[in-house]
């Protein structure tokens, strides 16, 4: 069964590791190690950015641990690569959008949470159409992202980048 640490290391790269950022075009707003402030506003981490601190690299890990791998299920997946993408996916788009998409692709009741039935289908797909049909569609959810809200544009193309980078 799949591995969180493998997972959570690959996905930090692509968040850029431990940095705060406050760009006014993201629509998750002040971000630390990835984590928004906007739709996290309750992560204990955040009295420690505003007392002018870094939260402890244990209580990012302990965050995405609860709030993403163990939400989905990703223990429970066979293929660490998959676990791996469907985590990295789950991070950079959101865990019931990312569930939505991956019951889509393997016949599952889209509902956002990855239960039973979606696991044992996932297991049972080849881990490279799997991956193949799921960036698929998640490059198409960026270009509707984008479609809906302009300003998301200056976004695109390193979406588009992570996608492909996580699926390979």
């Known amino acids: 069964m799949a591995d969180f ?8 790269a692509a968040e850029g ?26 992560w204990a981490g955040w009295t420690y950015i ?20 163990n939400k989905m299920h990703l223990s429970d997946v066979r293929s ?7 985590y990295g996916s789950a ?4 865990d019931r959008v990312v569930a939505r998409l991956a019951q889509t692709v393997v016949g599952a009741t889209p509902d956002g949470v990855i239960g039973p039935i979606t696991l044992e289908l996932i ?31 200056k976004y695109l193309l390193g979406w588009i980048n992570r996608a492909l980078t996580e699926a390979a």
């Open 5 to 12: 640490i493998p997972a959570f290391t690959a996905t930090m």
């Open 17 to 42: 590791g431990y940095k705060l950022t406050n760009d006014p075009d993201d629509r998750g707003g002040q971000t630390y190690a990835g984590i928004s402030r906007r739709y996290h506003p309750d």
């Open 50 to 69: 505003d007392s002018g601190d870094r939260p402890p690299p244990s209580m990012v890990r302990a965050f995405y641990l609860k709030k993403f791998w």
């Open 80 to 86: 660490q690569r998959v676990a791996n993408f469907l």
């Open 91 to 94: 991070v950079n788009l959101d």
């Open 123 to 153: 297991n049972a797909a080849s881990a490279n159409t799997f991956i193949a049909q799921v960036t698929v569609a998640k490059i198409a959810r960026y270009r509707d992202i984008v479609t809906n809200d302009r300003t998301q544009m």
